[in-house]
């Protein structure tokens, strides 16, 4: 691939995160530049552009997310790619007839899946700002179909049944810890009460598969 190739340019701004110069962007994105930098998904200084999010392939589809240093900045409302437990409970969840809920669904690439197979799919998570590049995913792949709902636990789908549950809450335990992406609050046994809620949102002969761990001490019932 041509070095000042649109291609490389584009995989070099959006999937690596290099800064480009303001000419080599124009070249690239042409007219489309003036959009991102005007909506806050680019930004420039000193001659430069850089993206603000992350856009990755994953099969023959892409998504949406943050980069990885933006861990270390002191922000509450990181967002995560796909990782292994995304797979992982993916490759678990089983088509149904009817409809879905992914609970802590993040950008919502499994409820994408679900919505690629004609599935009604609600995506339920805490953080807003996940919810916002899950549908920006959803438009950049041309899916539609997944209902993003923001709020905590089930309090987006009260009164509501599901054919198929599926989620990934965030399960560590870590007094202090600011990535809620992964982390329960602190005395938060957040693994234990998605299990005690979770029949009460499945259609009778609904599936519900989710990946929990928990600390159990020897004098804990």
């Known amino acids: 691939m041509p070095e000042r190739s649109p291609v490389n340019s584009l995989i070099r701004l959006f999937t690596l995160g290099d800064p480009l110069d303001g000419e ?40 949406v997310c943050d980069f990885h240093h933006r861990q270390a900045e002191d922000v509450d409302d990181y967002v995560m790619g796909i990782g292994p437990s995304s797979i992982l409970l993916s490759s678990l969840a089983q088509l149904v007839t009817g409809r879905a809920l992914e609970l802590a669904s993040g950008i919502g690439w499994l409820s994408g899946n679900l919505a690629k197979a ?34 905590d636990g089930f309090s987006t789908v009260a009164g509501e049944k599901f054919n198929l549950i599926v989620s990934n809450p965030p399960y560590v335990q870590s007094p202090g810890g600011s990535m809620t992406y992964k ?39």
């Not at 991102?36 to 589809?61: M, N, W």
């Not at 799919?121 to 996940?130: E, G, K, P, Q, Y």
């Not at 009778?204 to 929990?212: S, T, Y």
Request: hydrophobic fraction near 45%.
């Open 24 to 63: 080599r962007t124009l070249q690239a994105l042409g007219d489309a530049v003036h959009g991102l930098l005007e909506i806050g998904f680019l930004e420039a200084g000193g001659g430069f552009v850089r993206s603000r999010y992350q856009i990755c392939p994953v099969g023959e589809s892409w998504f």
């Open 118 to 151: 004609c599935i009604p799919v609600v995506a339920s998570d805490l953080n807003a700002r996940a919810l916002d590049l899950g549908r920006f995913s959803a438009l950049l792949i041309g899916i539609g179909g997944v209902d993003f709902r923001q709020g």
């Open 183 to 221: 982390e329960a609050p602190a005395g938060d046994p957040i693994c234990a009460r998605h299990l005690r809620e979770i029949s009460n949102y499945l259609a009778p002969g609904g599936i519900a598969v989710v990946l929990i761990n928990w600390t159990q001490a020897t004098d804990e019932d």
